[in-house]
């Protein structure tokens, strides 16, 4: 039951019932209702904040769920760097090292991407360093790999060109020489057989039958095969590229003409005594870079280490030239 107010009226001497007018009434409801209306909402504003609905909840564990997702692709670009090292590594100290190729430095091989901020649609979020940062990683390391692929592009061209140089330079003996009796003289100073005189012999001297077949000793380009050389006699030289000629002297006869292609091991002519010689024998020079070098060092290709001694030996005896 609803309190009834009184009042002293000094008039009448009395007290009087308080009437409360409507309009008055009205206004108290309003007031009323709207205090609970804010009330309510502030209530559910402030325990919105602490609260969470189940669907934010499932976002929420979604959230976690992606930074463990990107760590954990965090730590596989990490490996994927170790192993991409590992191979860079062998790169530089074996393969670029082993054909005389630059290494690549680091800052080339880890090289980002300048000017432009190629990741600033990830900016604005809680997580956007960590998105970003791993775009960042996987760019790098993208790149990392295209240097790479490159450089084995390179040394696979490298290793050609090693296999064409290995294949066109003098290297083994112009004539066949099982028992290493062939050898009559080396390159140095030796007696001159018709003066007598000590000259320097510009090549070295295989004994050898008139008629015993020579060898082509590198892959190469006839060059000449002509007798207009003093002294030479018929003779042939052949243009292995890099700078190397051999020339094979004294002949008695051709298998070759010029301008024509051959291999290491190809019959280009026939031992002789044409020219400036004493008896039958193959006069031969190695040329590089138009200085007539010691052949000696040009053999490998078929003499084992006892073979190449017995060679070396005998080239190194001071004794006459065949010329
Ligand atoms: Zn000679």
Not at 119 to 137: P, T, V
Not at 187 to 202: A, E, I, L, Q, S
Not at 218 to 247: E, M, W
């Amino acid at each position: 039951m609803a309190k009834v107010k009184y009042y002293y009226d000094s008039e009448t001497l009395s007290y009087r019932k308080i009437k409360r007018k409507k309009t008055t009434t009205f206004k108290y409801a309003t007031v009323f209702l709207t205090a609970a209306a804010l009330f309510g909402f502030l209530s559910f504003f402030i325990a919105s904040q602490y609260i969470e609905s189940p669907k934010e909840r499932q976002l929420a564990r979604e959230l976690q769920n992606m930074e463990l997702q990107y760590e954990l692709l965090n730590k596989r670009t990490d490996d994927a760097f170790a192993a991409l090292e590992n191979v860079e590594e062998r790169d530089n100290a074996i393969y670029r090292l082993y054909f005389e190729a630059n290494p690549i430095p680091t800052e080339q091989r880890r090289a980002g991407f300048g000017g432009i901020n190629r990741y600033k649609k990830y900016e604005g979020f809680d997580n956007s360093q960590l998105i970003a940062e791993s775009y960042k990683r996987l760019d790098i390391l993208e790149k990392a790999i295209v240097v790479q692929s490159k450089s084995l592009d390179e040394i696979a061209k490298l290793a050609e060109d090693k296999e064409k140089f290995l294949e066109a330079i003098p290297a083994i003996q112009p004539i066949s020489n099982v028992n290493m009796t062939r050898m009559a003289s080396g390159y140095g100073y030796r007696t001159d057989p018709f003066t007598k005189v000590r000259k320097f012999h510009f090549g070295m001297d295989f004994t050898a039958p008139r008629g015993t077949p020579i060898y082509a000793s590198g892959d190469g380009v006839i060059k000449r095969a002509d007798s207009r050389s003093t002294g030479y006699g018929n003779h042939i030289r052949i243009d292995h590229g890099y700078g190397y000629i051999s020339l094979y002297a004294h002949l008695y006869k051709y298998n070759v003409k010029v301008n024509q292609r051959v291999k290491r091991g190809d019959l280009i002519g026939y031992v002789g005594s044409t020219g400036r010689s004493e008896a039958p024998h193959l006069h031969y020079e190695v040329f590089k870079d138009g200085e007539r070098i010691n052949p000696i060092n040009f053999y490998y290709g078929n003499l084992s280490a006892e073979e190449y001694d017995i060679l070396l030996k005998k080239a190194s005896l001071e004794n006459q030239s065949l010329d």
